[in-house]
């Protein structure tokens, strides 16, 4: 079986690239400084500008975390500096924090079940009501934890509070949800693969747009 294509840094800037571009076209009175540091950035009041303000932004983070990589192998190599840019530690706790949300759910599947079937019994045996004792007051107490647990973990996966892809699945589903994004503001399908692969329009071909069509179609699909 073929591992999975690692999410690449040079790919990410040539997209942020692009979308950077196409948003000072778009918004030609934003003043670099907004377009460098797009959590500063105002969100455009039209449509296309705001789909390309999205659009730039998740870019961007994602981008931040892969330079930030880069920088700590330089840092190594330095002999310092390493945990200004070393995000393992996040990674860890995220893994962790995905992990008991894990063991979360399946407490509560095992609580539910013991309702589920003590509810059937007491049916079968012809007694009227619920009688559950505690059981789900404790089911209610792990529902929260649980959404507590996942929006922490949505948190951890942000820049600045922006959300980063952090794997080559991460990135594949930014980029349908972009096309569909950028297609619903009026972005023609050329325009939106060259954003989207880091090309000018021009330099997009018939087969490139045909991949790109294929690859958004697929994802949209795998995630239907």
Known sequence: MTAAKALE???VERVTAALRNALKAECPERHDAFLDLPPDS????SKRGAALWDAHRQAWATLARLTRRAELSRA????GGEAFFDDRQNEAAITNLERARTLVRNGCAAVQTNIDRIRKERARLGLRGDDFEDLPEHLDAMERIGETLKRRIEKLKTFRG???ARTRDDWDEFVSRMAKQL???GFGTREVAGLLTGK???AVDRATLERFRQR?????VSKG
């Open 200 to 202: 000018e329009p021009d």
């Open 162 to 164: 922006i959300p980063q």
């Open 42 to 45: 105002p969100k455009p009041a």
């Open 9 to 11: 840094r040079k790919e």
């Open 216 to 220: 958004v179609n697929r994802l949209a």
């Open 183 to 185: 297609l619903e503001a």
């Open 76 to 79: 190594r190599k330095r002999g």
